[in-house]
């Protein structure tokens, strides 16, 4: 991919003077200003024209101007109605003839419930830090066409939604993501092709959606399960999930039946091994 239409420093600048922008610690505004990092994540999102890409966050179109070359169409959520109506005034000045491939939805992408035409296929986006894994989970629970993603987040966040069990920072995320697909580290992303510069480095996170645990425990009980596990993380599962099977005892019960063992801490566990003590609970009813 060329340059082409991609916005440079001197563009983002240029669109958020005119428009008044500031870029709000609140909304983790952090736009992308370079290229080169918007050719390399359109890149490894290996993209096609049959892809219609779902883009979290869009701002002021710096991702969305090279996913337009790459993908048949896109959907951009954007919660900021000043910038979502600008998007397709960027879009039209700088890549006229890719236009009529965008989308755009003025809405809270951790709440939305759908979106226009057909379904989306792939997630790609540079996500807020304050809430990159509830608004990714949400859109895996809510689009079942997802059926792979590119995500750049903050590293530590990245870190926490690749981690294997048994890992330090291995937790809810980990595992809630796994629930739906898995994940890895796809690269680290230095902190000056953004503006304004941020205080934490960023990471990319590609993932492939997989079918959940075929234990026939629902994703709401398993999930239950697992903030159970981990609202205790230092105590073993005995006594973390003693509250929510009733008693100490029959979370013992519930997790022998599970073949877990109730000494074993939340950490260790696999979200299959979490799917099969939601069933059990079920079991014993």
């Known amino acids: 991919m060329s340059d082409g239409g991609l ?5 983002v600048r240029e669109i958020a003077g005119r ?15 370079d290229p080169g990092t918007v050719r390399r994540i359109v890149t490894l999102a290996g993209l096609s024209p049959e892809d219609a890409v779902l883009e979290v966050g869009p701002g002021l179109g710096s991702l969305t101007l090279g996913l337009l070359a790459a993908a048949g169409r896109v959907i951009a959520v954007e919660v900021d109605p000043g910038l979502a109506a600008e998007l397709p005034r960027t879009v039209a000045a700088r890549a006229p003839g890719l236009a009529p491939r965008l989308e755009v939805v003025t809405a809270d992408a951790a ?3 759908s979106l226009p035409g057909g379904p989306p296929t792939a997630l790609v986006a540079n996500l807020p830090y304050n809430v990159a894994v509830p608004v990714v989970l949400h859109l895996l629970a809510t689009f079942g066409s997802l059926a792979r993603g590119l995500v750049m987040v903050q590293a530590e966040v990245a870190d926490r939604m690749t981690a294997p069990p048994g890992s330090r920072v291995y937790g809810v995320p980990s595992v809630k993501l796994a629930w739906y697909a898995s994940a890895r580290r796809a690269g680290p992303v230095p902190r000056a092709v953004f503006w304004p510069v941020p205080n934490v480095d960023s990471g990319l996170v590609a993932f492939t959606r997989h079918p959940p645990p075929s234990t026939g425990a629902s994703r709401e ?19 973390a999930l003693a509250r929510w099977a009733g008693t100490a005892a029959r979370a013992e019960r519930i997790l022998r039946a599970a073949g877990v063992d109730p000494g074993a801490r939340g950490e260790s566990l696999t979200v299959a091994d979490y799917a099969a003590i939601a069933a059990a609970r079920t079991r014993s009813r």
């Open 111 to 113: 709440r939305i419930a």
């Open 7 to 11: 916005l440079g420093p001197a563009a």
């Open 19 to 33: 428009l008044g922008v500031r870029p709000a610690k609140r909304l983790g505004q952090n736009f992308v200003i």
């Open 221 to 239: 009980d398993t999930f239950a399960v697992i903030d159970a596990a981990f609202s205790q993380r230092r105590k073993t599962l005995r006594a």
